[in-house]
């Protein structure tokens, strides 16, 4: 008997199926997810383009992180600030899931909707969903949590033992990821079933950090009734992920928005290890975060500044530690969303954003905060790195080789004019324009919008 299924048995079926009346399934291999990925270290606006996109969405989903993402969406003059919710929760037509693979703070999670329906956001818990299988970042009832302390207490320590530390949100995200890898995690599942068994687990999870961190302090009971309450509130939102969006990609057609958190080069795996964030923020972590097969997967758009930031330490080749850098941090209001830290700042690297493409895929760029450029001069962009006077057609792996690779760069004549109110290709500066090609003809992708301001309307669409 033949197990392999070819392309002319497909044929046939089609054909038995029309020789006995019956339809094929009108979206036989299911709707295609569109997906929004950083090309960098993360700020690079992906909430801008995903706002853009969700006007039009039936779905918006997270896949992976927590609340140490950070995104901003101005509508009708109004600022939302997400960590855990996905942007598209502005729609109002759409639902908004939480998948598998973010770890979620309930504390913050309740916060961030009461905190946004102040603003007008009314109805998000009704049209959000959970999956069943994302794991729970534990809290204690004075809203910290003991995988927040235990990120403060890592960090603590490798500065005292490496006189370094990794620069962490400080969120409990990576611990978070740890109790899961090490499988002693908790799960919404399990905290919505036996709440006897749930709590004998989280005993054992505390005894186990508690045993690391001797001055790790918890006040078990305290923490077990704050969990049974936001339990209740969370239920009606749960639902098995897998399954949902099974009957979301083979049902009739919609339109799926994937919304990536973190970005290329924070990834566990492709960033920048050991100054990484703890979850896999490329492509691959959207059919392990959402539980979809790679099938489903359709335009994959990356997102880039027009420039280079960084939070946190690790290496950042095209850092500029001058005027230059301080006017892009300024300009640029360059502070994270999530920590408040300021962002370090630097000219376009071209290398990081190829070897994004590398890994994701992608069909599409959009490149955001080009008015930030318009005072300058002169505008560099990195086109390759140098190791010993030679050129190396590879992003290293190792961060030793990162801090010493030295950049080579391309230099533009700087616009010298105000582009935050240019609303088609047209209205941009030649300048800008040959810029803009530049960087596109470099990667060897298509710019599909060009973001010149903070507001939905300040995206140009390019095709």
Wanted: charged fraction near 25%.
């Amino acid at each position: 008997m033949s197990l392999t299924w070819s392309a002319k048995d497909h044929k046939n079926s089609n054909q038995g199926a029309a020789a006995t009346g019956q339809k094929r399934p009108r979206n036989e291999f299911g709707n295609k997810v569109t997906v929004v990925l950083g090309a960098q270290w993360g700020d690079e606006g992906k909430g801008k383009v995903v706002d853009l996109l969700a006007t039009e969405a039936d779905f918006v989903c997270r896949c992976q992180g927590g609340n140490n993402a950070g995104h901003t969406v101005v509508v009708d003059g109004k600022e939302y600030d997400f960590h855990l919710l996905p942007s598209g929760i502005i729609n109002p037509k759409s639902i908004s899931l939480i998948g598998n693979g973010v770890v979620i703070h309930l504390p913050g999670l309740f916060e961030e909707g009461d905190k946004n329906d102040k603003k007008g956001l009314k109805g998000w818990d009704k049209r959000l969903i959970v999956s069943d299988r994302a794991h729970i970042v534990c809290h204690v009832f004075t809203v910290f949590d003991f995988h927040q302390i235990v990120d403060g207490l890592q960090e603590s320590e490798r500065q005292a033992q490496e006189g370094k530390n990794i620069g962490t949100t400080k969120k409990g995200i990576g611990p978070a990821y740890s109790s899961k890898a090490s499988r002693t995690g908790l799960r919404v599942c399990d905290l919505l079933g036996d709440f006897k068994d749930f709590s004998t687990r989280f005993k054992n999870l505390v005894r186990q950090y508690q045993s690391m961190y001797p001055s790790l302090e918890v006040d078990v009971e305290d923490q077990l009734k704050q969990l049974k309450e936001y339990a209740e509130r969370l239920r009606p939102m749960v639902r098995d992920g897998v399954y949902y969006m099974y009957e979301a990609l083979h049902g009739p057609p919609k339109k799926i928005l994937v919304e990536g958190a973190n970005a290329a080069l924070l990834d566990i795996d492709f960033g920048t290890y050991p100054f990484v964030t703890s979850s896999n923020c490329t492509v691959g972590g959207v059919c392990t975060g959402l539980g979809i097969p790679p099938l489903n997967i359709g335009d994959v758009f990356g997102v880039s500044k027009a420039y280079t930031t960084r939070v946190g330490i690790g290496a950042f080749p095209t850092e500029q530690l001058n005027a230059v850098g301080e006017l892009l941090q300024t300009r640029g209001h360059e502070v994270g969303v999530t920590t408040g830290r300021k962002r370090r700042c630097g000219w376009l690297d071209l290398v990081i954003v190829r070897y994004a493409h590398m890994i994701n895929g992608f069909t599409a760029i959009a490149l955001t905060k080009l008015d930030i450029l318009d005072v300058l001069d002169e505008i560099k962009v990195g086109i390759a790195y140098k190791l010993n006077g030679k050129r190396i057609p590879h992003f290293p792996a190792n961060m030793d080789v990162l801090h010493k690779v030295e950049v080579e760069y391309e230099t533009f004549p700087g616009w010298k004019t105000d582009t935050s109110a240019a609303r088609k290709w047209n209205d941009l500066p030649s300048k800008a324009q040959n810029y803009i090609r530049f960087i596109e003809n470099h990667i060897g992708v298509p710019i599909k919008w060009v973001g010149v301001g903070k507001s939905r309307e300040c995206m140009i669409q390019m095709f």
